[in-house]
C-alpha cells in the first residue's frame, strides 16, 4: 500500500504570516492527494484536493502544490488566522486502491 | 441525508461490556470506512466497506471487533468484551465517485 510521510508534526505560526506543510508519498501510481482539516473536537473536513494531472490548486488563502517527479505534494496558507487553527492532514491514494493513506498530521497554531 | 450521521455522540461503558456504534452514510454513497483516533492522534483504518461486503478488514485490531453494512446503507462497529484501550474517537466516513471520504462526527467511546 501507500505511506504517507508528513512534515512538520507541529506549526506555530505568526497570525497573518504562511503556513507550509508538507508530505512526501512512496507511490508513483498515486493520483489523488486530499488535505483535511480538523478542528479541535470535530470531524475531519476536505478542505482542498488535487489530482495528479495538475500541478498546482488553489482556493482563497489555501493552495496545494504537487511535485510528481519528486512524489511530494505541499499545502500552503497564507494570511494565516485564529481560525486556521487546527489538525490538518494529507492523504493519498493509489489509482487502483480504494483506501486514503494519511498522514500523522501537522497541529498548527496561530499566535495573535 | 446531507452528511455522515454518526451515532451515540457519546458512550461510557464499563470494562467487559459491548457497544455498537451506528454509521448512516450520505444517500448514494456505496464505500463506507470506519476509522480510529486516539487522544491527539491520527487516523487508524479499521475496515471498509463496498456495498455490503467488506474486501478490507486488515485494521480491525482484535477479533472483539466486527462490523457490519446491510442494504448498501447503514454500519454497525460492534466491539465486545471492552477493554480501557479501546477509549477513542470512532470515525465513520463514506465516498462516492469522486473518491473524497466525508466524515462524521463520530462516536467518542470511553471505557470505565
Known amino acids: 500500500g501507500e505511506n504517507v510521510e508528513q512534515h512538520p508534526s507541529t506549526l506555530s505560526v505568526q497570525e497573518g504570516d504562511s503556513a507550509v506543510i508538507k508530505c512526501t508519498y512512496s507511490?508513483?501510481?498515486?493520483?489523488?492527494f486530499p488535505w483535511y482539516k480538523q478542528e479541535l473536537g470535530k470531524r475531519p473536513q476536505l478542505i482542498i484536493d488535487?489530482?495528479?494531472?495538475?500541478g498546482e490548486k488553489k482556493d482563497q488563502r489555501i493552495a496545494v502544490t504537487l511535485n510528481k517527479t519528486a512524489k511530494h505534494f505541499s499545502l500552503h496558507i497564507t494570511e494565516t488566522q485564529p481560525e486556521d487553527s487546527a489538525v490538518y492532514f494529507c492523504?493519498?491514494?493509489?489509482?487502483?486502491?480504494?483506501?486514503?493513506?494519511f498522514g500523522a498530521g501537522t497541529t498548527v497554531t496561530v499566535r495573535a | 441525508g446531507a452528511g455522515v450521521s454518526q451515532s451515540p455522540s457519546n458512550k461510557v461503558t464499563e470494562k467487559g461490556k459491548d457497544v455498537e456504534l451506528r454509521c448512516d452514510p450520505i444517500?448514494?454513497?456505496?464505500?463506507l470506512y470506519w476509522y480510529r483516533q486516539s487522544l491527539g492522534q491520527g487516523l487508524e483504518f479499521l475496515i471498509y466497506f463496498q456495498g455490503n461486503s467488506a474486501p478490507d478488514k486488515s485494521g480491525l485490531p482484535s477479533d472483539r471487533f466486527s462490523a457490519e453494512r446491510t442494504g448498501g446503507s447503514v454500519s454497525t462497529l460492534t466491539i465486545q468484551r471492552t477493554q480501557q484501550e479501546d477509549s477513542a474517537v470512532y470515525l465513520c466516513a463514506t465516498s462516492g465517485l469522486n473518491y473524497g471520504y466525508t466524515f462524521g462526527s463520530g462516536t467518542r467511546l470511553t471505557v470505565v
Open positions: 444517500s448514494g454513497h456505496t464505500a
Open positions: 488535487i489530482r495528479s494531472n495538475v
Open positions: 507511490d508513483s501510481a498515486s493520483n489523488y
Open positions: 492523504a493519498a491514494l493509489l489509482s487502483n486502491d480504494y483506501k486514503l493513506s
